[in-house]
Structure formats: C-alpha cells, structure tokens
C-alpha cells in the first residue's frame, strides 16, 4: 500500500483483549457483544492535516481510512484485530470458518455467518456479498485487476465493469447460507487479498459508484455518522453491532470516535500535549521530535514497519540503462546518512534488501556494502566512481524528482550533492506529493531517479517483488506504472510464478525461492533500498491500551479513554 | 532638471560675478550626503554588499567548508572535542537528529548547520549573493521596461496608448503573488524556451524575469502621467515648434525629466523584488536548491524552528536590515530629486 506513511510492529495483546475474550468466547460463533466493560465510553479525538479521500472502502487506499475500517467494515476473512505477530494471522470474519479449499486451490467454500446486521438494520446476506464482489469491478477498485482477476468471470468484470455478474465466479447458496469462489488459477495470496478492506461486504442495494463522501452501512462496532472533507469525520456506535469474535470483530471502548481535518503537523503535536486531541495520524515533524521524546515518552509509540524508502531508477534511459551506472548508485549511497535525514537511527534501519527484515522470503544478505557482510556498514565512493568511469556515464545529466516534505527534500538534495560528488550533473525537482507518484511513473515524464516509498499490503513476498518490478506492472507512458524503474527481465518473473506455485505446497521452499529473487533482482540493481522506517504513534496522556497490528497499525477502537 | 540654472554671486567685495551653480545631480547628492538617515542606510547597505560578495573568500579562507555540499555525517571541532555536526537525539526514546547550533565562533559553524549539515552563516553570505542579485537585476530591468511602455504610452497616446495601456491592466488584474507563482510554477518546470534562446528550471535569470515582469505596470503608470503631464509643459511644446523630432524630445526633453522617478523607483523596487524572490523562494518555486538565496535558507529553518531558529531567523534579519536601508535610501533619494514631492508630503 503506497500511500501509507506507516506498517508493522510487535506490541503484546494487553489485558482488554484478555477481558474481552473471556467475555466473547471462542473465535468462531460466540455471541461476545455487550460492553467493554470499564474501559468503555468517551470519544477519541483523532486529527489530520487533511481528509483522506474518498470514505468508499471498496475505493479507498490509503493507511488513514483502512485503520478507521478495522471499526467499521468486515469481510469473509480479516487479520486478527489484535496487537503483536498474531495480528499477521488470517482469521474467518463474517464467514464463520476458514474456507474450504478445493485440491487444485482454485475452488474456495466459505459459510456465512448468521444473525449479523448492517448498521442500518438489515441482515448480512449471500447475496450481499456477490453484490459486493460484483460492485467492486463495478467501481473499478484501486486492485481489481491485480488482486481479484483471477475470479471466473473477472476478465468480463474487468472490460466492462457496468455489467459485471462475476457469473460462475461468486456462488451463493441462500438455502446453505455459503459462498464459493472459483478462480481460474490457484492463487497462494487469495485468502490475504479477501482479507483487505477492497473485499469488504456491503449491503447488495449500495450505489455501484464510488460514494464519495456518503457513508456506506457498516456491520463492524462503528459506523460512519457523517463526513466532511474540510472538516471531520465522525464514527459513532452501531447499535447493531454484536461481537461475533473476539479476534475478528472485538468491541470497541469509545463511544465516539472523530477525526479533525485541518491542522498542521506543529499544531497536531501541540494540541495532543494540551490533551485537545488524543492521537495524530501524521508523523510528528522533525523540530518536535527530541521534544516528545523526552517529555513525552511515555506517550510515544515506535515501532519497526514492513516498508522501504528506495530510489527507482529508470532503466529505459540513460545513464541508468546501464547496469554498472546503477550498481555505483547502490554502492556510492550512505545510508546512514539518510537514516539521519529522516530522523536517526531510532526512527529507521539502513536497507540492503528489497524486502525488509522479518518479511516472508526475506534473506540477510548485502550486496553493496563496504567490507561485505550481510548489514550495511559504510557506502564505497571510490568503488562506485570506478564503476562510474567504466560505464562511461560520467559527466551525463540526472534529474532526481521526490516529493517536496522536508523529509524527502532532503533526502534529495543529498542525492544531489552525492550525485555531483560521482562526476554526475544532478538536479533536483520536489513536487507536491500530490503529483509526484504519478509523475514518477509515467515513462513520459524521463524521471531518470525518484525517491518513493513502498508499504506492505499484505504479509507476503510478491507484494514487494511483483508488484514494484515484474513486466506485468510496467505500463509505459502509464500514470498507474507502479514498476517505477521500469525493468522487465522475464527470467525473473517466471522464478517468480514459479515461487508462487511453490507457495501452494511448501512456503518454506517459497520463501527460500524469493530470497533468491530478491538477490538476483538487487544484482540488476533496477532499484537502491535506502532504509526500513519506524512510526511514531503520538497519543494523548488520556489514553491507555495501545495495541499495534502489523496489518492494521494502531488498533484505533481499542484504546482506552481517562 | 534639463534646463541649465544660472545663478548670480556676490563676491566679498560686493562685485557681482557669476558661476555656474551646482548641477542638480550634486545638489541632490549633497542633499543625501547631508541626511543622516541615507548615510546610514547606504553604509548599512555597502557593508552588506560587500560581505556577501566575499562569501567565497569566507568559505574557502575562513571556514573552510563547502556550503553546496551536504555534510550529514561530517563532524567539527568545538572547545578541542569532535562533534557530528548532526547529532542524534540521546533523551528519552532518543528520536530525531538535530543539527549543532551557532558556535559563535566566525571560522566555524558561526551561525550552527542547518539539516543537511552544511554551514549557515557561509549559506547565509551566498544566499545574500543572489538575493541582491536577483533584487537589483529584476529592479533595473523592471525600471526600464516601466520607463519604456510609460514614456511610448504617455508621449505617442491613441491606439499606442490604449494597448499598452490594457495590457498593463492585464497584468495588474492578478494579484502579483499569485502571478508569480503561476508563472514560477510553469517555467520552473520545463524552464523557458523561446527559439533559440534556452533556459534552464534552475537558471537564475527565470526568477529574475519573472519578478521583473510582474511590476512593470507599478512603474510604467506613474512614468506614463508624468509623460502626459510633460507633454503639456512649454519646453516640450517649443522643441515641437521648432521641429524637433519625437525621437530627440523623448530623449532630450522627455527622458531626462522622468529619469528622477525612474531613480527613485530603483532602491524600492529592488527591495520590493527583493522580498518577492524571498517569498517564492521560500515556497519552493524561486531560486532552485542547492542555491542558496535568504527566502531558501528561511525555508530549510522552518523545520528546525522549535530546535535551531537561527538558521530561519538569520536570513529574515538580514531580509528586514536590507528592505529597510532600501526603502529610507529610495525615500531620501526621492526627497533629493523631486523636493515637491517632499513639500507634498509636508502639506
């Protein structure tokens, strides 16, 4: 997920999970519900410079309102709304077990549950959900084409989505209350990608269009009261909501929850060391950071992401069609340095892999390191202008575009300053972060370097590597190019299918397969990994309970209110 | 003045004998020189030119550091210890790196490292480099293209008259920031090309047109009134009786009375553009990094505020000690050279 500013981490399932499942029993049928006890009440402030877009969850693809769905919306499957590496688990949702997988893996069974209600009142049906599945090509969902397409029916869907039955692909049966997918293909990553807030069930009468601002019935504790771009959004409780699972869908503590648009970063941090608001979505700017580190420890929050601030650099052009050219980028960068730039070494780990630590098929290498080793150590100059001179790029022009915060204009203009320092004439061009990632992904543009940034959507290898390098995700002259280096090499994406097919029967072998992926692709060096990030979770001292899932970050209805 | 003034002396001894008088040129520098306010001023605004025109000598001679070049994991030596010049936070959860603050010692750090670890104060001295530049440049290009369009619209009228004139409005219909930046935004982009003639995104001469062209309209309207107003006056109505060619009543008689205006316009517009390329600038779409210009340095302080101020304070000082000695110098030069003004302002 691009857009996100944040990911990952390992905090312990505090006690309110312990009260709350002895209160809700199993993670299958139980009924749980009720309060939450002491805990309950209150409303959370939560604040943001801006709105996130678009409220529509089968639309929206951004961090701020996926952490806000966890509350609001359900699928057949979701990852544990828990803290800590059990929160990476795929637990059954409103499905009431895991599905039944046929032998071939391209027949999957699900049971839905009964007796769950939308938050206006009307039961969850069969149907509902092949309406919500049909609606998802029907609003051309950011991923309908990489993720669902293997569905029977989804190339239809797809070309012309107004149509879309998804016949043969989505079966209800009313009578026996379950839903069967069948895909054209085995797929080791469906589970995770019906897992995603794309796949959420909605009641089968909404508008095939994306809502916009119109809250859309939910089925979760939470549901969306009204929303005001400008202004708030404000998240009350749905009186219909009933536990069904202490893992998929655990009570909420507040009453109310409303986020606040407008404010600056500066603003965010002051209003929540005055107590005027409990939790900021954006990251805490660089000047306050000693500030509430120290003041304010005990409210801060860090924690290690699944993510990766690289370099793309374009292979299509020169000087970086070139291999020797790009392997002297990845040699000549000091990581270090741009862990300080974006705030130390507290805040972030110097990368050397595509996939970062602790990630399936992640293997501990380290190509491009002083005095080798499998961690970065110190960057190599001299070897990467050795590299430079037999290339014979030396002295060419390169543009280097990155989004125009502070933290990524700097991060740029030491690019700059290394850049002229290799014999390159290097330039900068910050733009809004608005138009950067799209202008970085249009080969039209001539991007020769960017500074961009990839989160996990989900926990599994092919997020990173096929995603941001297979063939199938370069679309020249596209603004939707996510492959921003633009490399094809066709080698690697049959090891990758292959891998894929690997993962089907024995992931361990998987996950060795895409470590050496992994090593083959940062041989070709279409991409420099700079750093894995942390984030800063900044909360109010009113607040206790504070649980961060790998999936969905701050587990925002699961704190506590003084 | 173009008419010649003729005075009449008395010597000691009571003979009557004559001189010329002082030109009006000198009485108005005398007049300048004997205005405190304008020494100080001028002083003020020389010792300024000339320390920023030094910056190379100070960084190379001086602090010996390259203030284009980002020294993130560099380290210095104060009070006999080695210190990064970034340094990471050690309190508490120990998040964030802050750069080293003013030293106050002038051959290192005086002014502290801004985030990328390079020194302000030389930063400082380069950015006043092309600030002034950029101010004077733009001044003097936006003076002339003003004095033009007034002096053709005002002495020519009719149709002539009517077309600039509109166009004028035109520019003057937009807010001029927001012209700026439209303008900004679009050229440093791509940079400019018109035939031949390329500029690139991080020329310097972009800023400079930009700006220039944008307060054209607050020069050429009161140059074209003073040109309608001349054109009325009998020394210009006599060079047309005897046949004097527009050419040399532009020149002769038309010119050389607006040149004054043109003069006094000059100091206020230069700080006037001074502070518009310091905005744009600041909001990124000015001088171009790594340049360096006062309205860049004020930028890269505005994430260091609540830690290191100076590096967002220095340069708006010195915006304020320079826009300021301009101003006072352009009024004390409009005092010397158009006295009515000065008994307008009295009355």
Known sequence: MRTITKTLVSVIAAASLLVLAACSSDSSTDSGGGSGGQHTGGTLHLTAQSAGGTLDPQVNYTLQYWQLYQGTYDGLLTYARVGGKKSEDIVPDLATAMPKVSADGKTYTFQLRKGITFSNGKAVTTADVVASFQRLFKVSSPNAGSWYNVIVGADACLKTPASCTLNGGVVADASTNTITFNLTQADPEFEAQLAMPFASVLPAGTKAKDEGTTPIPTTGPYYFASYSPNKALVMKRNTHFKSWSAEAAPVGYPNEIDETFGLTAEAEVTAIENGQADWMYDTPPSDRLSEISSKYASQTHVTPLTALWYLALNTNIAPFNNEKARQAINWAIDRSAVVKLYGGTSLASPACTILPPDFPGHADFCDYTKNGGNTWTAADVDKAKQLIQQSGTAGQSVGVVVQNDSVNKGIGLYLVSLLNQLGYKATLKALSNNIQYNYIQNTGNHVQMSLTQWYQDYPAASDFLRVLLSCASFHPNSDSSINIAGYCNTGLDAQMAKADDEGLTDPTAADAAWGEIDKAYMGESPLVPLFNPKLIDFTSNRVSNYQFSDQYYMLVDQLWLK | ?347
């Open chain 2, 1 to 347: 003045m173009a008419e010649v003034t003729v005075a009449i002396a008395t010597s000691e001894r009571g003979t009557p004998r004559s001189r010329r008088s002082a030109g009006p040129w000198r009485v108005a520098f005398t007049q300048i020189a004997h205005n405190p306010v304008a020494v100080g001023s001028a002083i003020a605004l020389v010792i300024i030119i000339a320390v920023c025109l030094a910056a190379p000598l100070y960084a190379q001679f001086i602090a010996h550091t390259d203030p284009f070049q980002s020294n993130i994991n560099g380290t210095t030596v104060i009070d006999g210890h080695s210190v990064a010049v970034l340094q990471q936070q050690t309190q508490g959860l120990g998040l964030g790196v802050e750069p080293i603050g003013p030293t106050w010692n002038i051959s290192n750090y005086f002014l502290g490292a801004d985030s990328q670890g390079r020194d302000v104060f030389a930063r400082l001295l380069y950015g006043g480099r092309t600030t002034l530049l950029i101010g004077f440049s733009s001044a003097l290009i936006c003076c002339a293209l003003g004095a033009l369009v007034g002096i053709i619209a005002g002495y020519f009228g009719g149709p002539v008259d009517w077309v600039l004139s509109r166009l004028m409005d035109i520019i003057w219909a937009f807010p001029v920031y927001l012209l700026a930046i439209s303008l900004s935004v679009v050229l440093l982009t791509g940079g400019l090309k018109i035939g031949p003639i390329v500029i690139g995104p991080s020329n310097l001469l972009l800023p400079i047109l930009i700006i220039a062209l944008i307060y054209v309209p607050y020069v050429a309207r009161p140059i074209r009134g003073q040109v309608l107003s001349l054109k009325n006056r009998e020394f210009v109505k006599a060079a047309i009786g005897l046949g004097a060619s527009d050419w040399r009543i532009l020149r002769r008689e038309i010119l050389r009375n607006v040149l004054p205006t043109v003069i006094v316009f000059i100091p206020l517009m230069m700080a006037l553009n001074m502070l518009t390329e310091s905005a744009l600038s600041f909001l990124s779409i000015g001088v171009q990094p790594p340049n360096a210009s006062w309205g860049t340095i004020i930028n890269d302080g505005l994430d260091l505020l609540y830690t290191r101020p100076a590096v967002a304070i220095a340069p708006g000082i010195m915006l304020v000690i320079t826009a300021v000695a301009l101003n006072l110098l352009g009024d004390a030069v409009r005092d010397a050279l158009d006295p009515k003004a000065k008994l307008r302002g009295a009355a």
